[in-house]
């Protein structure tokens, strides 16, 4: 058997099932020491590289456990095999001096073998079903070899290579397995069999199914995503480099998928937990087990466990059955005949003195029955589905007492509203919810009375038919168990579970909607190569201005007073500065003054006041400037500088570079999305944090210039992993390579493979770097120049410094590395060259583009990835990043900033006016403009329609979002509410 199927079928077997490596803890816990040994051993390589090779200076004592670690790790009749090998090897190396070790070691691996083949012997029963599961998981593993994807599976040389890196950091082996069986190349569908997932807390339903439900998405993609969750890989890495497996799903819905999943995966832990707990008091049974172990939801669990809260004092049902009631109630439904209700009298009990009261205990555990039964709710919540279903709000009674008259004026819209809850929208739910909230509105959920009369009806004639007949009397508690348990405990639990699946979708939405928003803005096209004034306006304070070079480096800050009669002469201070440092671009905040500040300078700009300079101005939200000013962020980049100046600077960065800007602020203050507060804080703070995820990765960084705060935003690293590459960076020099990354403290397999493909090297820069470093070694000895390119001394695993020649390799710079290519598919970039015939030198030039598409023109894309035995999404990674220039940035492809001259006024408008204007904010019911008048415009939810929208244009989502410009049309002015309606035209 050749080494490839047998390392494939051990990582298989490790971690597919984590009970079956738990089994063997008592032999693995032997020796720390063994672990650490184990964890950079290789057993296929080692053995014949050993036998070539018999020199080696670790004593026998060492290598002995070694052996006996490998047989735990092993299974079936290669254990015989692997210990003689282990045995003759370690004689065949033996020096003379330690033969008395020899005969120690011999006999330390015979026990040991005798105890691996007990155990063996003990586990293979248990491993029969679970040998079986395998077979099919490694006949999905040895698939993608024949269909590798972008793990770039390059038959054994990359193997080989691949797991060095993993050794090199000393990772535990269950650990190292797992970040080399993380879904690579594996074929895009996954045979029957993979659609199940383990999960670690067991449930009645199938949580690949139940995801696959309430997302809509397949199941095979479902099964998939899981897996590359649980291997801890981030959503931009998934959605650039394994769309194979996700069916080239967005990262939008990736999110939806883990929020739905960690919903699933909340809701089957506190299932158990509440098992537990009902157990220690003693109160479980197998119906209530089944019960909680079908709960799919909060609030279906809540409605199942109530009863058994401690504390309680006990439902209806439950002393009725401390009564005795039960057989009653049970001999009512299966045999009617027998029942004879009067003789459960007693008169010196309280609750069976009278027959009234036997009845309605009878009455309050069949309704108890009713409402726990999974077939008669399932009923009922399908019938709902396919019948009209309103949700009400009215004014409250009290809230003209204790709440401000504006507020009440808020929700005029809400006082007296009615909407089919499958059509009302989700901004009118989180207002109903506010205004509940505030005390000011009252919500109920209407169920009509034409859905209790068929849901009582069905349950009379088939779930709760009584099995024989029934005396009318024995039917008529029948029938008020019914009603009961609908109007006592059905309805309430429908009532709950509609408002919290309205409340869920809709908070979902809002959050989703100023993802997009954010992810709009911080895409927003950046202004590079310009001087730019910053100006934060102001009344009584002054306008603090700021002026920052091209690259970022602040050049002068001062305060100016236009406002306060002083503006002719400060007009001169800002001409003089403008001309002085070559400016001819001004962005004004939209806070304070703003209106008055851009007035001020439209005016200067009409009368030709800056000449020779063709001044232009524009508008950027300044929303968080303020909060960064006083933040310890700030601190450190502009320390000294007055917190007031320090918003001037970032106003201007945001025009400049958006992106690195605006992730110095926290999302949640950048002012764009809808009902912010209202919404689960949680979910709002790790939806935004992964956008601000996504658009840096996607960006890119250029890991030797970027700040420590973009660094962190990188998918795979997080702060302290971004300290460490600034340290290492500021002791050692720049980085040459990617493969350099893995010397950074903390860096390990896992986040280089996370990050490698969003991290930018500079070859232009690294060109200069390394040709100054030869020059000013060019007078020192040899082995000193080598370590001086690097800037530290590399050493090998045991202290000693490497060759020259490797050295040379490591710190050699690697063109691939300024592309957004992984290194896992460097092979393939490199087989994708010589099969079109292209060099490296080449890279984001018009040769290799002329050279990519005659070869795809001659072949399609998808038999060359054929030939090259990838994938197609792989090979288009690969082409887009062997075409694009160096230095590309994606977001050039986006809109600029809107720069003006001339300023119009709100009274300038009449009904019918066409206008251009910018994107502010996009919000469930409306799309908010700014046309430059000082009040941003609506353009209502219904105005905005596919056919208005670009299609030609690349658009970042599906809707309209913050800093695109449009063309729209004046249909509504109020003045005094400061009120314009637009509509849209098209999109520019």
């Known amino acids: 058997m050749s080494s490839l199927p047998r390392r494939a079928k051990i990582q298989v077997q490790t971690t597919v099932s984590k009970d079956e490596f738990s089994s063997f803890s008592e032999l693995s816990s032997a020796s720390e020491d063994d672990d650490k040994e184990d964890s950079v051993w290789e057993p296929q390589k080692k053995v014949p590289r050993t036998r070539k090779q018999p020199v080696a200076k670790e004593s026998k004592p060492k290598r002995m456990p070694r052996g006996k670690k490998n047989v735990t790790v092993k299974s079936g009749g290669s254990e015989d095999v692997a210990v003689k090998e282990e045995l003759n090897r370690s004689i065949a190396i033996a020096d003379v001096d330690l ?44 698939n993608s070899t024949e269909i590798p994807s972008t793990s770039a599976m390059m038959e054994g040389v990359c193997k080989k290579e691949e797991s060095e890196d993993d050794f090199t950091f000393g990772q535990s082996p269950l650990k190292r397995m797992k970040t080399e069986t993380c879904p690579q190349g594996q074929p895009v569908k996954f045979p029957a069999s993979a659609n199940t997932v383990k999960e670690e807390v067991e ?21 998939n995503i899981i897996r590359l969750f649980n291997d801890d890989n981030t959503i931009p890495f998934i959605v650039r480099y394994r769309k194979e497996l996700i069916n080239n799903l967005d990262a939008d819905s990736l999110r939806e998928v883990r929020q739905t999943l960690e919903e699933l995966r909340a809701v089957a832990k506190k299932v158990h937990s509440t098992i537990q707990k009902i157990k220690k008091e003693g109160k479980m049974s197998e119906c209530l087990l089944k019960a909680l172990l079908n709960c799919k939801s909060f609030e279906e669990l809540e409605h199942v466990a109530a009863p ?5 004092k006990g439902t209806k049902a439950q002393r009725a059955k401390q009564l005795g009631l039960e057989a009653a109630a049970w001999t009512l439904l299966d045999n009617p005949g027998k029942l004879n209700l009067l003789s459960y009298i007693r008169p010196d009990v309280k609750g069976l003195s009278a027959l009234q009261d036997i009845e309605t205990g009878v009455q309050h555990i069949l309704a108890d029955m009713i409402a726990k039964d999974k077939d008669t709710l399932d009923f009922i919540r399908k019938l709902c589905q396919n019948r009209y279903i309103c949700i009400q709000s009215s004014l409250a009674k009290v809230s003209s007492k204790k709440v401000n008259e504006k507020d009440v004026d808020k929700f005029q819209l809400y006082q007296n509203f009615s909407c089919n809850i499958r059509n009302i929208q989700h901004h009118q739910i989180l207002a109903i919810n506010r205004g509940e909230n505030l005390k000011i509105l009252t919500v109920k959920v209407n169920i009509s009375d034409g859905i209790k009369n068929e849901f009582c009806r069905w349950c009379i004639q088939n779930r709760w038919r009584p099995h024989g007949f029934a005396r009318p009397e024995l039917m008529k508690i029948l029938h008020n168990s019914l009603d009961d348990s609908f109007k006592r405990l059905i ?34 096209s950046p202004v590079p190569g310009r001087t730019l004034m910053g100006v934060d306006p ?36 800002i001409k003089r500065l403008l001309l002085n440092f070559n400016c001819s671009t001004v962005v004004i905040g939209n806070g304070t003054a703003c209106r008055e500040t851009e007035a001020y300078f439209a005016d200067l700009i009409m009368k030709n006041y800056f000449a020779p300079l063709d001044v232009v101005y524009c508008i950027v939200s300044e929303a968080g400037a303020s909060i960064y000013s006083v933040s310890p962020e700030a601190n450190k980049e502009m320390p000294g500088l007055d917190p007031n100046l320090r918003s001037a600077v970032s106003i201007a960065r945001r025009v400049q570079d958006p992106l690195a800007e605006l992730v110095k602020i926290e999302p949640k203050h950048i002012g764009v999305g809808m009902y912010q507060h209202d919404v689960s804080q949680t979910l709002l703070k790790a939806t935004l944090d992964s956008v601000v995820e996504e658009c840096v990765s996607f960006v890119g960084v250029d890991i030797n210039i970027c700040s420590e705060v973009l660094l962190r935003h990188i998918a795979g690293l997080n702060a302290n992993r971004a300290k460490n590459i600034i340290e290492w960076r500021e002791k050692n020099g720049p980085f040459i390579n990617r493969e350099q990354l893995k010397k950074v403290k903390g860096l390990g397999p896992k986040s280089f493979q996370q990050c490698a493909g969003f991290i930018r090297i500079n070859q232009d820069y690294i060109r200069t770097f390394c040709s100054s470093q030869q020059t000013e070694s060019s007078s020192q000895i040899e082995g000193v120049s080598v370590t001086s390119s690097a800037g530290v001394e590399v050493r090998n695993e045991k202290g000693k410094k490497k060759s020259k020649t490797t050295m040379d390799a490591i710190l050699k710079p690697n063109p691939l590395d300024q592309t957004c290519i992984h290194p896992e598919s460097y092979d393939i970039a490199m087989r994708f060259l010589s099969f079109i ?10 040769e290799m583009q002329q050279k990519i598409n005659s070869s795809l023109e001659k072949e399609g894309i998808e038999k060359a990835a054929e030939r090259l035995k990838t994938t197609v999404h792989t090979l288009q990674v690969i082409i887009d990043g062997l075409s694009q220039p160096e230095s590309f940035d994606f977001r050039t492809e986006f809109d ?10 709100l009274e300038d408008l009449q009904v019918g006016t066409i206008l251009t204007g910018k994107v502010e904010n996009a919000t469930l019911f409306g799309i908010f403009v700014d046309i430059g008048v000082g009040r941003s415009g609506l353009i209502p939810i219904r105005n905005v329609t596919e056919a208005k929208l670009s299609k030609t244009k ?27 309606t637009l509509d849209l035209i098209r999109v520019l």
């Open 99 to 142: 033969e008395e070790n020899k005969l120690n070691s011999a006999q330390t691996l015979k026990t040991a073998k005798t105890k691996q083949k007990n155990s063996a012997q003990r586990m293979k029963k248990l491993k029969v079903d679970e040998e079986i599961s395998k077979v099919s998981n490694v006949a999905g593993e040895s």
């Open 538 to 573: 102001g009344y009584k304070h002054g306008c603090k201005l700021a002026i920052i070079s091209p690259t970022s480096q602040i050049l002068h800050t001062d305060v100016v007073y236009l406002h306060c009669g002083q503006g002719f002469r400060e007009a001169e201070k």
């Open 203 to 223: 449930m009645n339903w199938d949580i690949v199914q139940v995801l696959s439900e309430r997302t809509n998405i397949e199941l095979w993609v479902c099964a």
């Open 896 to 905: 600029k900033p809107d720069f003006k001259r001339s300023i119009v006024c």
């Open 491 to 524: 309805y309430p639990l429908l009532c709950r579970e509609f408002r919290a699946k309205l409340t869920s979708d809709a908070e979902k939405e809002s959050v989703m909607m100023f993802g997009r928003n954010l992810r709009q803005l911080l895409l927003t």
């Open 954 to 980: 690349k658009r970042r989502s599906l809707g309209l979002g913050p800093g695109e410009r449009v063309e729209v049309r004046v249909l509504n002015i109020d003045i005094p509410r400061s009120r314009i």
């Open 308 to 312: 058994y809260k401690t504390g309680s």
């Open 837 to 846: 015939g292209g060099t490296l030198c080449e890279i984001g030039k018009l």
